[in-house]
């Protein structure tokens, strides 16, 4: 028999059962926050108070959180670390043909502004490193750069952190929403779903970004005299992210939107400049941009990976291409975990009044549609069906004893018999729909009462689409780069060989924080976190991107949030009867605020810009910008839930 999942196995009482499976998560923060730990250690700790949780608190058997474990681990290599590691090699294959620097000496170039060249460097360069590779490097990269530039390094730390809000979300080619999708059960339309969402979200925040940093560096007298410059990089940047995000999907935000913002830049800085060249009061006096020898060729070069890359990428959104590249996909059923578990099982005396409210609704149905139609008369013999189904169903709910849930394999036949006729009778309701004969929304009340009688197994396949996948797409990418930089066939191996050994770790650390995540999935560990949250009402959609923003700061990364909270989000949402696109998206773009306070971020920003030791300091200048947009995205979460419900795709 399956195994039934429990939402109040400590004491019966759900709020002690939250608090108990709140457990790993503790692990996660206590392991990162007060033992600095490392994450590829942190994980599988919190991944084995997980395991233990759910075995001997949860009573989930042990090969079945076993699996759920494993499950999660090969969906965190395979797409999520797939992408993850490909990215990087592309990076790392510019670095070797020594083209990075020529994309850096272009933009350092360009003026001796430090307002421009925080917008230029900071902000768009930081966003394409981010889009890009993600996981720390923008941070790394633009901070150094800026520092190098004459930047004070609190500064140049500050502004990077800051600046990188806008980008995180779809950071190593959308990594973040693709794996959130993953944990909330989405296929490839709910993936899209959910990219136009985060798209209907970020948006927001992004065109405000460029002013905030400025106006954190320069104040608001400087800040207005470089105005031109922040409304195009704004502008450009919330109106590309959210054209991509919405139309072609999670992969390409950061990328189109900070190429097409660096050359909108490139383009105004070529016909305006500000009335003076702003720099820091410690330089005694303007020294002049940046120059170099770079031709328009060599800068093409340089940059001609970063376009191979957005063109395989889009020529893999091609839904016929997908569509091809699929058919070699593998689909493999978790043997002994696919539909092992199930959850929302009634208990008999709630049954019995679910039988009576889909025996009442499949009457009302019948009694709507014209005999004379044979359609129609095929359906209403269907519901007659139906309710005789229902009577089987009931007889089988006075069986058994009242006050427990249990599954049996005579309950089982039955609500499978119920499952199988209600099918079949949605095929004819479908074809009376696109026949104009009936409306479409007649037939909600009846399926929603189906759904709410039947429990729910829980399916536990992994899909193996190789061909089809982007982290494919990004290797032919990184392949074609590596002659475009003039990387050999012996270098592009070495390369290859250094970024798998310098990704081993991390590779731990996604394994370990998916499987974690799908463990208390399965268990049930996330639906008690979340139907206890359920009790901030009306509050929750501003409260969902807090809890984002605090997966960040715990694990570092947008990704493992999302991974974390992705499934809690869901949860509650569906409990609370609202849109679980609207706060799953919430996750990953109130996280992003949480990615300037991560003690990970804090701690590369400050060895990138030389203030090692000052850590607690930059920790204490982000924390307030990070509430406070934090704050923003809950009130744009808020009114896109109860003012502007539209904007939910």
């Not at 991107?545 to 949402?573: E, I």
């Amino acid at each position: 028999m399956p195994w039934i999942q429990s939402y109040t196995p400590v004491a019966g009482s759900l709020a002690m059962s939250a608090l108990v499976a709140a457990i790993p998560l503790v692990v996660i923060f206590v392991c990162l926050a007060v033992f600095k730990m490392k994450a590829h250690k942190a994980g599988p700790l919190a991944v084995a108070s997980a395991i233990a949780i759910a075995i001997f608190v949860w009573q989930m058997p042990a090969k079945l959180a076993g699996l759920a474990t494993l499950h999660g681990a090969a969906f965190g290599l395979f797409p999520v670390f797939y992408i993850v590691v490909t990215t990087i090699l592309l990076y790392n294959i510019t670095v070797k043909g020594g083209q990075f620097e020529v994309i850096r000496a272009s933009l350092a170039g360009l003026t001796g502004d430090r307002r421009l060249q925080a917008l230029l460097i900071a902000f768009c360069f930081g966003a394409f490193i981010e889009g890009a590779a993600g996981f720390g490097t923008p941070v790394a990269i633009a901070g150094a750069t800026l520092v190098g530039l004459g930047f004070r390094p609190f500064y140049a730390a500050g502004v990077c952190l800051i600046a990188n809000t806008a980008p995180v979300a779809f950071g190593a080619i959308g990594i973040p929403v693709v794996a959130l999708a993953g944990v909330m059960g989405y296929d490839d339309a709910g993936l899209m779903k959910l990219s136009t969402m985060v798209g209907r979200q970020l948006p927001f925040i992004s065109v405000f970004i460029p002013f905030y940093v400025i106006m954190i560096m320069a104040g608001w007298k400087k800040t207005i005299e470089v105005l031109p410059a922040i409304i195009v990089c704004g502008v450009t940047f919330a109106v590309a992210q959210w054209g991509t995000a919405s139309y072609l999907g999670p992969y390409l935000p950061d990328v189109t939107a900070s190429l097409l913002t660096l050359a909108a830049l490139v383009i105004l800085l070529k016909f305006w400049q500000p009335p003076t060249v702003w720099t820091f009061d410690h330089e005694p006096e303007f020294s002049g941009k940046e120059s170099h020898d770079y031709t328009g060729a060599e800068m093409f070069r340089a940059w001609a990976p970063y376009l191979v890359l957005t063109i395989m990428v889009l020529i893999w959104g091609i839904p016929s291409v997908k569509t091809y590249l699929d058919k070699s996909k593998v689909v493999i059923p978790i043997a002994g975990l696919d539909n092992a578990i199930v959850k929302k099982v009634s208990k008999p005396e709630d049954g019995i009044k679910k039988v009576a409210a889909v025996k009442a609704e499949a009457a009302k149905q019948a009694a709507l549609l014209a005999p004379a139609d044979p359609k129609q008369a095929a359906l209403a013999a269907g519901l007659t069906e139906l309710q005789a189904l229902e009577d089987k169903v009931l007889a089988v709910e006075q069986s058994l004893p009242a006050g427990k849930a249990v599954v049996t394999a005579e309950r089982l036949a039955a609500y499978d018999a119920v499952d199988k006729k209600q099918k079949d009778l949605q095929k004819i309701q479908k074809e009376l729909v696109e026949a104009k004969t009936v409306d479409k929304a007649q037939f909600k009340a009846l399926d929603k009462a189906v759904t709410d009688q039947l429990p729910a197994k829980v399916a536990a396949k992994f899909t193996f689409n190789f061909m089809s996948a982007a982290g494919t797409a990004i290797l032919i990418a990184a392949i074609i780069s590596a002659l475009i930089c003039g990387v050999g066939v012996g270098s592009f191996f070495q390369v290859l060989g250094k970024t798998l050994f310098d990704m081993r770790w991390p590779a731990v650390t996604v394994a370990s924080v998916v499987g974690l995540a799908f463990v208390m999935n399965a268990s049930g560990m996330t639906t008690s976190m979340g139907i206890s949250f359920t009790k901030a009402g009306a509050m929750f959609p501003f409260l969902s991107p807090f809890l984002g923003m605090l997966g960040v700061f715990l694990t570092g990364s947008d990704t493992s949030s999302n991974v974390l909270f992705g499934g809690l989000q869901k949860v509650t949402a569906e409990q609370l009867g609202m849109n679980p696109l609207l706060t799953g998206a919430a996750n990953t773009s109130g996280g992003v605020m949480g990615k300037m306070i991560s003690p990970q971020s804090i701690a590369v920003a400050c060895a990138a810009t030389g203030l090692v030791g000052e850590e607690g300091n930059l920790f204490r200048f982000t924390l307030k910008h990070a509430l406070f947009l934090t704050t923003v995205m809950g009130v744009i979460v808020a009114l896109q839930a109860y003012v502007f419900p539209w904007m939910i795709p």
